[in-house]
């Protein structure tokens, strides 16, 4: 039941939302990044909940989750204690935060590369959804990137995390992948 009812919301939120549809820029999103996204990704296939949770199902894609990570703030007091904010995201997914900046530095680039080789075994053939949150251009941006590099199975599912999580699909703490460079 209450599943259904969370199915006849994102539908009811879906045609609402097609109302207000966002055109897909001809280049990257450089700002404001958690706004509505567009409906389509130019050579890339968008998912939803359920075709997401699919492809996780069959072990046959790898998932990329782009959700930043704030740095540590330079102005802390001597001594105090900075605690990352824990990242929930689909079990099995690999968090390469801070790489679906509009414009990112060499090293982040580098970062990103070295991760999508590493979960497709450097196959640019092999399946990749790449996430964030509902409602954010980093995953967008992320998705446009691997496409422009080569690969050619790109999946975008727009909802992330929060749609998945709407749907029950299992949720798990992830730490951000190894290599990840301190600066933007």
């Known amino acids: 039941m209450i599943k ?10 879906s045609q609402q ?6 055109p897909e820029p001809t280049d990257y999103r450089m700002d404001h990044y958690r706004s ?6 130019q050579g890339g296939t968008v998912v939803g909940p359920e075709e997401a949770h699919a492809l996780w199902v069959s072990g046959q ?3 990329i989750d782009v959700m930043p990570q704030p740095p540590k703030p330079a102005n802390l007091p001597a001594g105090t204690i900075w605690r990352d904010k824990p990242r929930i995201s689909i ?20 970062y990103f590369r ?21 409602d954010c251009w980093m ?6 990137r691997a496409l422009e590099w080569g690969y050619t199975s790109v999946y975008w599912f727009p909802e992330g995390t929060d749609g998945w999580g709407l749907w029950d699909y299992p949720l798990e ?3 951000p992948r190894d290599g990840q460079p301190q600066t933007q």
């Open 36 to 41: 509505p996204v567009p409906a389509t990704l």
């Open 173 to 175: 703490r992830v730490k």
């Open 91 to 110: 079990p099995g997914a690999i968090w390469v935060p801070n790489v679906g900046y509009g414009a990112i530095a060499d090293v982040t680039e580098a």
């Open 61 to 63: 894609a790898a998932f």
């Open 17 to 22: 939302a097609g109302a207000q549809t966002v």
């Open 139 to 144: 995953s967008w941006n992320a998705a446009r």
């Open 114 to 134: 070295d991760a999508l080789d590493a979960a497709t075994q450097g196959n640019a053939d092999h399946p990749i959804v790449l996430f964030c949150l509902e």
């Open 4 to 13: 259904a009812l969370l199915a006849a919301t994102l539908i009811f939120a």
